[in-house]
């Protein structure tokens, strides 16, 4: 394939690019494990195609989810493919610490550039490819409830980040079938991924995924930001907001802010590797420190764009499990505002080893100090919000009670990081490692679990099963321990982070401990989708229909579950911070309108799909050089915004007797439903209608 | 809500269309949103520009490459387009004859079209000179940061094609109206980008 015009056509493709052949030319542990997972994206890609096939949902499945522009539909797509691409990442991550506790003066089975792909696709994909859509999607489904809201400001372009997001996923997906991923970490430092240090397709597959990744989020901050000022329905003022809506509309704020810097990190070095600009290289004046900084710029916001929402999870779950008003509401506001605006001004403590003066490390570390303070007020006001209330431990409330724990714990790490000197001495080591992921599993993931089950039943119409929820909690939480701790030891001893092999027997019990740890974590993800299949296998003993099953605070829990398409037959109007709380206690959250309207939702469009996928290609194209299918991308995402544009019919009407059935429907549902205590909450007796 | 209420910064339709006034509230404050995210872009295109200029590497330096009556003449034409376009922007709001409204949507593609080509013929220029954007870390940072507006100044032309034969399909509905006061707001951004272009990069190039 070197003659002739087969490398116009395919670029630098050759059949060494496929891990199969690489695994049959070298038949070793490592390719053979590289040519597995190609074979699983392979078999899943087939068996899910085949599985739509013989049910004959296609048509189902376009016009229903794939086209929607439905906010609680895309924000279901979200989760979903968050919960696919955890699955990925987290299976990486035990291969890791395999090989680790396998490779104490041992090659082990994971060759080292293999080593240094699975550490980068695993950040990339849990930060880029798992939080931001787990947060994007839970946002999407709730926040616009919360507010008494139809939809988001503009369905469509939540289509379209949605989609851009789900390309830039393919993406990587791909890379494990076709070529290498990047071994440059999820930061891409430069001048390692530099052309001339990493000449390879995979830092292109890295920058590209990345790049369409972060306009997907920039879009999407830009909806939520919009649809929180501008939507609210009459009485919500902003100091009536959910909590919840508070920190989405911060994350979204950091997402219009902060994205932008990764955009233009990724794209200069694009302009390095793609036409030999000289950003970040060695020679001709190029310099990395600029990578650092603008890296960075994105990637300490980036963390509290992951945090806030959770933090907002919490809020509501703490209060609602609790029957208490959350405490301290204010301050709460106050301080996740505070935590958005200091996010910017922290990100040197990423690179206080890369030679700046002491000066301006000092300050940097000062107020990478003063973030804790925010923080701090918040787990106060948490544990003042449950203090003498009815405290039920359900899933979400564990998930919230070990956050709170674990994440101090973290926070306090991150002290002992945030002073310079000692900085020096842990940096790059399995200490920050362990730091980080001390802050975020349990200051995003659990948080997105809390949401996950809190919301479930609100989104399908049926709770999730209690015993292997508790499963799955008490398998995060061990299993995080286990895994995590050791590294804190091992950092400190002294344990470069990124290793693919070790040479310091004394690391042997712990690397075991943490390898057994990565074990449990793996359980608890399993555990996860046998609660998912359990509670759908039994979901008609668990049926919330009235919509109510947690004796919600919050508008979101005041319509049917799962919601009707238009939210609220009529757009609700609210006097106070829990206004279906303090309404349903009033008599006044289920009475009829007395007249309903039609009422105008947007139409499904396929230009959300086509811009996701045309985005994939033209990707797939620059990544491999092959120009013309890179050009005919350009042009025709160009083409299918201008076409768009031209489509007028972009409303669907849904009749006001249509709504009215619908509500009558769901009303004699609730008229019917026996209110149940709170001591049987989790058991068949809720059908969603709570006793006050 | 009174009609006279004003729904967003910029050019409002508050006394001539009521019912697209009422809509352009959440479209044109998204579309201001989406415009300082841009202006972050830029801003940091500019701080990088800032660093590397020291990094001429023996190679072309800005005195030796920068021509100010040419960027003179470019900058006039564009902050010309840009009243022009505010024109087409009144004549829209106050309901003129739509051939008035065209009219100074096509003045204002033609100087969008001058303005790049002056661009290049300018980059064409530097290249003879060999200042290449692979020379030096100075270079590509200008090339990144300037080529950056210069796309937007492409997109932009592009964008009011569309929005002529919009115009031309719908006449002025909403959709056509608001879309408008978007891409005004576009047209006057890529201006005050130009004139920080103008002031950071070619005046303090050649003083310096």
């Not at chain 2, 972050?40 to 295109?45: C, D, G, M, Q, S």
């Not at chain 2, 072309?60 to 505010?86: D, H, K």
């Not at chain 2, 000179?129 to 796309?151: C, E, I, K, Q, W």
Request: glycine share 8%; charged share 10%; hydrophobic share 55%.
């Amino acid at each position: 394939m070197t003659q002739g015009i087969w490398p116009a056509v395919l670029g630098r493709f050759d059949w060494q690019a496929l891990p199969f052949v690489r695994a049959w030319n070298n038949p070793t542990a490592s390719e053979i494990i590289g040519a597995g997972a190609a074979l699983i994206v392979i078999i899943s890609a087939i068996f899910v195609v085949v599985l739509i096939s013989r049910l004959g949902k296609w048509r189902y499945l376009w016009s229903e989810w794939l086209t929607s522009l439905d906010h609680k539909k895309i924000g279901i797509m979200y989760i979903v493919l968050a919960f696919v691409m955890l699955s990925r990442a987290l299976i990486e991550a035990v291969l890791m610490r395999m090989q680790q506790a396998a490779a104490i003066n041992n090659p082990g089975f994971i060759a080292p550039d293999h080593f240094s792909q699975l550490f980068s696709t695993h950040g990339s994909i849990m930060i880029f490819f798992m939080a931001m859509p787990f947060l994007t999607g839970l946002i999407n489904y709730v926040m616009p409830l919360q507010i008494g809201s139809r939809d988001v400001a503009f369905p469509l372009l939540n289509s379209i980040s949605l989609w851009l997001t789900g390309g830039a996923a393919g993406l990587m997906m791909i890379s494990l079938v076709i070529g290498a991923f990047s071994t440059g970490g999820w930061s891409g430092y430069p001048p390692y991924t530099e052309l001339a240090f990493s000449p390879g397709v995979g830092t292109d597959y890295w920058i590209l995924a990345v790049t369409l990744g972060s306009i997907g989020s920039t879009l999407t901050g830009l909806n939520f930001a919009v649809t929180i000022y501008k939507m609210r329905c009459p009485g919500m003022n902003l100091m009536r907001m959910p909590l919840f809506v508070w920190t989405a509309l911060c994350t979204s704020v950091l997402m219009i802010f902060a994205m932008p810097p990764l955009t233009v990190a990724t794209a200069l070095l694009a302009l390095d590797r793609y036409l030999g600009f000289h950003f970040f290289t060695n020679d001709l004046g190029g310099n990395m420190m600029n990578y650092a900084n603008l890296f960075w710029l994105f990637g300490h916001p980036e963390v509290y764009i992951l945090i806030l929402p959770a933090f907002g999870v919490y809020s509501e779950v703490v209060s609602t499990f609790s029957t208490k008003k959350l405490y301290g509401y204010t301050s709460l506001v106050l301080a996740t505002a505070a935590i958005a605006v200091l996010s910017f001004t922290v990100w040197v403590h990423h690179f206080f080893t890369m030679g700046q003066s002491a000066d301006i490390n000092a300050v940097f570390g000062i107020v990478t100090i003063a973030i804790g303070v925010p923080t701090g007020v918040k787990i106060y006001d948490w544990i003042w919000t449950m203090f003498l209330g009815e405290v039920r431990f359900t899933v979400p409330m564990l998930y919230s009670l070990a956050f709170m724990m674990t994440f101090v714990l973290g926070g306090l790490t991150g002290i002992i990081l945030a002073f310079p000197p000692l900085d020096y001495l842990v940096h790059n080591t399995l200490f920050l490692v362990a730091h980080f992921h001390n802050m975020l599993i349990p200051g995003l993931l659990f948080g997105m679990l809390a949401g996950y089950h809190y919301w479930f039943p609100k989104a399908f119409g049926f709770r999730l099963n209690e015993k292997w929820g508790r499963i799955a909690f008490g398998c995060w939480v061990f299993g995080f321990y286990l895994a995590f701790m050791p590294l804190y030891v091992l950092g400190a001893a002294g344990m470069a982070r990124r290793t693919q092999a070790v040479f310091e027997p004394a690391f042997l019990p712990w690397l075991y401990i943490a390898g057994v740890g990565a074990l449990v974590l793996f359980c608890a993800l399993a555990s996860l989708f046998v609660q998912l299949w359990v509670s759908i296998r039994e979901r008609d003993a668990n049926r919330v229909f009235a919509g109510d099953p947690w004796d919600g605070r919050g508008l979101e829990w005041s319509t049917s579950a799962p919601p009707p398409e238009y939210n609220y037959a009529v757009i609700p109007r609210v006097q106070g911070l829990d206004p279906f709380y303090d309404g349903k206690r009033n008599d006044d959250s289920y009475a009829p309108p007395s007249s309903y309207d039609d009422i105008e939702l947007p139409k499904n469009s396929m230009t959300g799909p086509v811009l996701g996928v045309v985005a994939a290609v033209t990707a797939f194209g620059l990544v491999w050089h092959m120009w013309w299918l890179a050009a005919i991308g350009v042009l025709a995402s160009i083409a299918t915004v201008i076409t768009r544009s031209f489509v007028r019919d972009v409303h669907q009407i849904i009749r006001a007797d249509e709504i009215e059935r619908t509500e009558r429907r769901w009303l004699s549902a609730v008229a019917a439903a026996k209110p149940i205590p709170r001591e049987v909450e989790m058991t068949s007796a809720n059908q969603g209608l709570a006793e006050v | 809500m009174s009609s006279s209420e004003v729904k967003h910064p910029a050019l409002n339709l508050c006394d001539s269309d009521e019912l697209t006034h009422g809509l352009a509230g959440s479209e044109v404050l998204g579309f201001w949103v989406f415009l300082m995210s841009d202006a972050v872009i830029f801003a940091l295109l500019f701080a990088t520009y800032g660093v590397m200029l020291p990094a001429t590497v023996g190679g072309p330096t800005p005195a030796s490459e920068y021509n100010i009556l040419p960027v003179f003449l470019e900058t006039l034409v564009l902050l010309t387009s840009s009243f022009t376009f505010g024109m087409a922007s009144v004549a829209m709001k106050h309901g003129a004859p739509r051939r008035q409204l065209l009219g100074w949507m096509g003045v204002t593609l033609v100087l969008g079209l001058a303005f790049l080509g002056m661009e290049l013929h300018e980059f064409a220029t530097m290249f003879g000179d060999n200042a290449y954007p692979t020379r030096s870390g100075y270079l590509s940072s200008f090339f990144a940061l300037v080529t950056t507006h210069g796309l937007h100044v492409f997109f932009g032309s592009l964008w009011i094609i569309v929005m002529m034969v919009q115009v031309m399909t719908f006449g002025l509905d909403a959709r056509v109206k608001i879309n408008i006061l978007r891409l005004g707001l576009f047209w006057h951004f890529l201006d005050i980008v130009w004139i920080a272009i103008f002031s950071v990069v070619y005046l303090q190039g050649l003083i310096r």
